[in-house]
């Protein structure tokens, strides 16, 4: 998710801080485009586009069966790409759940071993605020909602997916230097309003270009937690405004947590 709005934002700086930058994104066109500006605004010639479209289970296995073949280091995944869309994959998920939530998690896991090869390393999570509204249940994980706002709440499902994800991720593991974060990095103006209701982008469109923050003040908590000293004892936690926060309630349970992993596994596949 690094072609535009917060990712490329996140990307921008660490290509300035002199990383090796791979943006995994959905189109050729806006990647290969976003790794060139990168690569032009900061010098640094080791930014590089490859595939990914976290709507296909099947692309994320080429994706990491590709980047393990090529890159030999991994210190910092930023799991960052996010619709809120309505529809279904062709994997037969519902599609927020699954580009937010289940294909980071496929990612995620399908790369650990090479983020425990290379610890110390981290896992950044973006979150959402809006975890606030989720209301998981292990036994329909996937599904689309039902209801008038199905599109919002499933939405809100896969936020809280993502930061139960975190929590989960950093218990399991505790003592191999992977160290994992969730971010609410504030209510930015990215294209992920373009989803948005038509009766409802009249109201929404103008608040966001006159009230929400850019990009790059959205990257800040995401950066600070892929680089900041010292974050390995907040390992699990969830961020915002560049700081550990408490969660909602549903997003600190770890039953919940527990059986989201345990499903997630079993709906792709491990």
Same mark, same amino acid.
């Given at each position: 998710? %690094?072609?535009? %709005?917060? =990712?490329?934002? $996140?990307? @921008?700086?660490?290509?300035?801080? *002199? ?13 290969? +485009?976003?790794? !060139? ?22 692309? #994320?296995?080429?994706? +990491?069966?590709?980047?393990?073949r090529q890159e030999p280091q ?7 790409? *996010? #619709?809120?869309?309505? =529809?279904?994959?062709?994997? %037969?998920?519902? @599609?927020?759940?699954? #580009? ?33 509204? %989720? ?39 505790? =003592? ?13 103006? $990215? !294209? ?28 800040? $908590? #995401?950066?600070? /937690? ?5 974050l390995e004892p907040l390992s ?5 405004? /560049? *700081? ?5 309630? +549903? =997003?600190?349970?770890?039953?919940? +947590? ?13």
């Amino acid at each position: 998710g %690094g072609s535009s %709005g917060i =990712g490329a934002a $996140t990307a @921008l700086e660490l290509a300035r801080c *002199g990383a090796r930058v791979i943006l995994a994104t959905r189109s050729a066109r806006r990647g290969e +485009a976003a790794a !060139s500006r990168i690569r032009r605004e900061t010098g640094n010639n080791e930014v590089r586009f490859m595939h990914l479209d976290l709507a296909s289970l099947r692309s #994320v296995r080429a994706f +990491a069966s590709t980047f393990l073949r090529q890159e030999p280091q991994l210190h910092l995944l930023i799991n960052n790409a *996010g #619709v809120s869309a309505g =529809g279904t994959t062709e994997d %037969g998920f519902s @599609l927020p759940f699954q #580009v937010n939530h289940l294909g980071h998690f496929l990612l995620t896991q399908l790369l650990l071993e090479r983020l425990r090869s290379c610890a110390p390393s981290r896992v950044v999570i973006v979150a959402s605020s809006a975890h606030c509204a %989720g209301r998981l249940r292990p036994e329909c994980l996937g599904r689309p909602p039902s209801g008038l706002f199905s599109a919002f709440q499933d939405y809100c499902d896969s936020k809280l997916a993502n930061v139960l994800h975190a929590r989960e991720l950093a218990t399991r593991e505790q =003592g191999t230097q992977v160290t994992c974060y969730a971010v609410h990095p504030g209510f930015v103006n $990215t !294209s992920l309003f373009r989803h948005a209701p038509l009766w409802l982008k009249p109201l929404l469109l103008p608040l966001a270009w006159l009230l929400f923050l850019e990009p790059s003040e959205g990257a800040r $908590t #995401v950066l600070d /937690c892929a680089t900041q000293d010292g974050l390995e004892p907040l390992s699990g936690r969830y961020f915002t405004d /560049c *700081g550990p926060r408490l969660p909602w309630p +549903a =997003g600190r349970d770890d039953r919940l +947590a527990r059986a989201l992993w345990e499903g997630s596994e079993c709906l792709v596949g491990l």
